[in-house]
């Protein structure tokens, strides 16, 4: 079991910057694959970004390359999504999300999930 716990939403004008963090408890956080999914109202839960248990490779959904940047401390059992640049369509729940492969994470499959953090961009 995985525990994940998401902090660092809240409001921001657009074309500020959010830094959301997740704080994992359990087992190896470093064994996992760690992801950021979003939902926007009235959506579906999206893949937004994932990272490789090294930190190596990062995989994001081509909206947010460019613009947002996934990061991890494995000392820390923390994984990080860097927003910069934000618009109102960014607004969305933002989830962190734990699994054993990139493609389970990518897919959103089988995954450990935290609560969620509210993100709302102003315009």
């Known amino acids: 079991q995985v525990q994940l716990v998401e902090s660092g939403g809240g409001l921001v004008q657009a074309g500020g910057s959010l830094r959301l963090s997740c704080a994992a408890s359990g087992r190896t956080f470093s064994s996992y694959v760690m992801g950021w999914f979003r939902q926007a109202p009235g959506k579906e839960r999206e893949f937004v970004a994932a990272i490789t248990w090294s930190g190596n490779t990062a995989n994001y959904v081509d909206s947010v390359k460019g613009r947002f940047t996934i990061s991890r401390d494995n000392a820390k059992n923390t994984v990080y999504l860097q927003m910069n640049s934000l618009k109102p369509e960014h607004t969305a729940v933002y989830y962190c999300?734990?699994?054993?492969?990139?493609?389970?994470?990518?897919?959103?499959?089988?995954?450990?999930w935290g609560q969620g953090t509210q993100v709302t961009v102003s315009s």
């Open positions: 999300a734990a699994g054993l492969n990139l493609g389970a994470v990518v897919g959103g499959s089988n995954l450990y």
